[in-house]
């Protein structure tokens, strides 16, 4: 399974991760809790937030360096 990134509306970090992501073309699933009827697999408290499957990876701009480190 994918990566899974979980953003929400007038948040500054996700649209930073967002950018990141889309400016290297990486394969994840960007869902906006705020505009669509989905939750995160587990309960958090800021967003971005970065899953696989049902494992929590990063938080905010913690998730470009998780994805820097991939590389």
């Known amino acids: ?12 970090e996700c649209q930073d991760v967002v950018d990141f992501i889309v ?9 906006n809790v ?3 009827d989905i939750d995160p697999p587990l309960n958090v408290f800021a967003f971005p937030a970065l899953f ?14 998780f994805f820097k480190n991939k590389v």
């Open 1 to 12: 399974m994918k990566y899974q990134l979980f953003i929400a509306e007038n948040c500054t």
């Open 23 to 31: 400016s290297n073309e990486m394969e994840v699933q960007i869902s």
């Open 34 to 36: 705020d505009l669509e």
């Open 52 to 65: 696989k499957e049902r494992v929590l990876l990063g938080y905010g701009s913690d998730i470009i360096t």
